[in-house]
């Protein structure tokens, strides 16, 4: 989708640090980390919100979930523990309207999340 900061980076006009990529996802570092570990995995397709998110695509969004315990796993969190997060609109802290779940760990994280 033009003007989308998540479509560009899949398509690499726009640089980052890439974890994981396959047909489906990839998944990059945070700029603003805001943990030691803080990745990003997006859906290749554009989706914008978890709102928009399809029954057809309920396979691809398991799919985010399992890349996500993957990184926390090769970043040595799967025992201490780690948060993934989807942020849906204004309200909710969504400031990117592509799909991506957080995946956080290397720190002690509240709970509630501010
Ligand atoms: P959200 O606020 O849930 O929409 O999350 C968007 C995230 O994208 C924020 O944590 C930003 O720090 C991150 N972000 C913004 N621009 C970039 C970029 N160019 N590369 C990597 N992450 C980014
Ligand atoms: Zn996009």
Do not use: W
């Given at each position: 989708m033009?003007?989308?900061?998540f479509c560009k980076i899949r398509d690499g006009e726009i640089?980052?640090?890439?974890?994981?990529?396959?047909d489906r996802a990839?998944?990059?570092?945070?700029?603003h980390a805001q943990a030691p570990l803080h990745a990003l995995v997006i859906p290749r397709r554009h989706i914008a919100t978890l709102?928009?998110?399809a029954v057809e695509d309920e396979a691809l969004?398991?799919?985010?979930?399992r890349v996500a315990a993957e990184i926390a796993r090769d970043a040595g969190y799967a025992e201490s523990g780690y948060r993934t997060?989807?942020?849906v609109n204004r309200g909710g802290?969504?400031?990117v309207f592509h799909l991506?779940?957080?995946?956080?760990?290397?720190?002690a994280l509240e709970w509630p999340p501010g």
């Open positions: 033009a003007d989308c900061l640089p980052a640090k890439l974890i994981h990529q396959d990839l998944a990059f570092h945070d700029l709102n928009d998110a969004i398991g799919h985010l979930a997060v989807f942020n802290g969504q400031t991506h779940l957080h995946v956080l760990g290397g720190r």
